[in-house]
């Protein structure tokens, strides 16, 4: 048999393990690409390769570089006082500096001539201008891009001589420009929940020291000369007389205000409130977004409390639970504990359909006492009142409106959460006044809210009216005057009624007709004083913030910073244009996104939110036309 000859090792194909490396490395990279795209588009927003891409308006993609004006013809006329016309300016520069907003002072002739990259325009005090700035600040507004100006802008030629009011109405769009000088101080009322209103909260009022306004009609002023209460002085409408307001002339957009910027050196936390208003005003006409928060819930401009104040008068009072029954309405009824206590049975009345709030023990003002002995009253009424109903006790009202600095501090060691009172107005919505219980535990705060109460009560409007018996139209209308203020501030309109007064049968007439158009016309909160201000409290802790990201799209943040959740609550973010299509897309995926509706003026996006949960930061991107 012959011998096997040698085994000879089967072949295989050689393995390249350099190729398979490489293959895996050349996958990974690509798969790391497409995420990276995919972040990219997801956040920049979402481009091409191989394609042009679709050209983008200019506006939208030019970065805030503001111009601001010291010119040499306006000067003239602050020859024997440069400090008014230097201040304002140095004003604006301190302000933009503080911002990091890049800025230059330019000259009448760089105006007229070569404003360059600038993308506002800033005049303050600019009165005296020759034809050519004219023409340049028309071209400028032409190109999309901003102008801020103060008082009688354009009111004089080179020389500074008066050519008259047109220039000014034609930028601003209001008429009847005017100028006035009042003897005293000036109050300032801002309007509510507009660009401005991150920290300037509705119906805001400044004191401004006496000088020349400039005045001008217009159909919505951002802000307005009033009086202590908030009303436009003179009896006058909202409407006929501005003291800011803003407005767009094709893509361009304009901001004016008729006061001085500039507020003595003891205004400090005012003039940070003007430096705000500024700073907003620029970011504004710049076309940068702005995001504010809406004040009320379920997307409501304003809010109402009805307000009852009893005094034994039963019959009247179960009379007007009724009304208040038919009309679903719910109400705060203040009482003092001395009666109250007394009249368990209209208590409960009153609990069905409201709340229980104090008026002290015997209505008297606790106005002059030390605040521990303040302390001691209330709470003393607090308690008579929570032992009779079997309800929580939270709210106060001053009798006569009297109070002093004491009030507020023995309202918080008794217990209480808010004051309605209509002295000492400073805003159309509650002020809260924060009292920390303990250095090492900052997070457990107590805080007591005023409730500004700028209308007048039922005592107050029967005085004025003379009117026929029993009364006609025109006595709801004193009423529904102050709520319509109060409404396009978007602050508390307070309906206050005494028992002994328009509790009377003759007056229900007249109370059905107010309540009627409150919630016939008006999208509006109507509420208790409790109800109120834990929805006040809670909504201060929400923070809300835009950041620009690219030409089309916003990141928006919501941050609840409370320890509540808080619900139905509105955001408004004011956007660079007014696009086609908006979508909003949550960044962390399990976020669902929030419905949203873009508002007819002023290129308003409303954002709702179902809820808000406490300790809980929220991102979106706004995405724009994409």
Not at 72 to 84: D, H
Not at 420 to 448: G, H, R, W, Y
């Amino acid at each position: 048999m012959p011998s096997a000859g040698p085994t000879t090792p089967q072949q295989y194909p050689k393995t390249s393990y350099g190729f398979y490396l490489a293959a895996t490395v050349s996958i990974a990279i690509c798969l790391e690409a497409i995420i990276y795209l995919m972040m990219l588009g997801n956040t920049l927003g979402p481009f091409t390769v191989f394609r042009k891409e679709k050209a983008i308006d200019q506006a939208l993609v030019r970065d805030i570089s503001v111009a601001i004006l010291r010119g040499a013809f306006s000067a003239k006329l602050y020859a024997e006082n440069p400090q008014s016309y230097d201040g304002p300016e140095r004003l604006w520069e301190r302000v933009l500096k503080h911002e990091g907003i890049p800025y230059r002072v330019i000259s009448d002739g760089v105006l007229a001539h070569n404003l360059g990259d600038a993308s506002v325009l800033i005049l303050p005090g600019a009165a005296c201008l020759d034809e050519d700035e004219r023409k340049a600040i028309n071209s400028f507004l032409a190109e999309g891009k901003g102008v801020i100006a103060s008082g009688p802008m354009g009111t004089r030629d080179a020389d500074c001589n008066w050519v008259g009011w047109d220039f000014l109405n034609k930028l601003t769009g209001g008429h009847e420009a005017s100028t006035l000088t009042p003897e005293t101080n000036v109050n300032v009322t801002f309007r509510g929940q507009q660009f401005f209103s991150q920290k300037i909260p509705s119906g805001l009022k400044l004191v401004l020291p006496s000088q020349e306004l400039t005045v001008l009609t217009t159909g919505e002023p951002d802000a307005y000369q009033s009086d202590w209460m908030l009303r436009p002085v003179g009896g006058k409408p909202i409407t006929s007389e501005a003291l800011a307001l803003h407005h767009m002339i094709a893509t361009g957009r304009v901001v004016w205000f008729g006061f001085s910027s500039v507020l003595p050196a003891e205004q400090e936390i005012d003039q940070a409130k003007i430096n705000h208003y500024l700073t907003s005003s620029v970011f504004w006409a710049a076309r940068r977004p702005l995001a504010i928060l809406g004040n009320w819930p379920d997307k409501k401009e304003s809010a109402t409390l009805v307000a009852f104040e009893f005094h034994q008068n039963l019959a009247n009072a179960q009379s007007l639970l009724s009304l208040l029954k038919s009309e679903d309405v719910s109400a705060t009824f203040f009482c003092t504990s001395g009666v109250a206590v007394n009249k368990p049975d209209i208590l409960k009345d009153f609990q069905s359909v409201g709340e229980i709030a104090s008026l002290g023990i015997s209505g008297e003002p606790l106005q002059g006492m030390q605040p521990h002995a303040q302390a001691d009253r209330l709470h003393q009424s607090k308690l008579d009142l929570q032992r009779v109903s079997s309800r929580s006790v939270v709210g106060y009202a001053p009798p006569e409106s009297m109070s002093d600095a004491g009030t507020i501090t023995a309202l918080n060691d008794a217990g209480y959460r808010y004051e309605l009172n209509e002295m000492a107005v400073t805003s159309a919505v509650p002020e809260i006044v924060d009292f920390t219980s303990s250095v090492f535990f900052p997070f457990q705060k107590a805080e007591v809210s005023k409730i500004f109460r700028a209308s007048s009560d039922d005592y107050t409007v029967l005085a004025n009216y003379h009117g026929t018996e029993p009364p006609d139209a025109s006595l709801a209308e004193s009423f529904l005057a102050d709520f319509k203020r109060i409404d396009y501030l978007g602050g508390v309109y307070t309906l206050y009624i005494h028992s002994y007064l328009m509790g009377k049968p003759e007056y229900y007439g007249t109370l059905r007709n107010v309540l009627d158009h409150i919630h016939r016309d008006q999208p509006v909160w109507v509420t208790t004083g409790h109800e109120l201000v834990d929805w006040w409290t809670a909504r201060d802790k929400v923070e809300v913030q835009t950041v620009k990201v690219s030409a089309h799209r916003i990141s928006l943040d919501v941050a609840n910073k409370g320890q509540t959740d808080i619900e139905n609550i509105s955001v408004y973010v004011y956007l660079p244009y007014h696009p086609t299509k908006v979508q909003i897309d949550a960044i962390v995926f399990h976020l669902r996104s929030p419905k949203f509706q873009m508002l007819d003026n002023d290129d308003i996006l409303r954002v709702d939110f179902s809820s808000l949960s406490a300790q809980t930061n929220y991102t979106y991107l706004i995405k724009m036309d994409e």
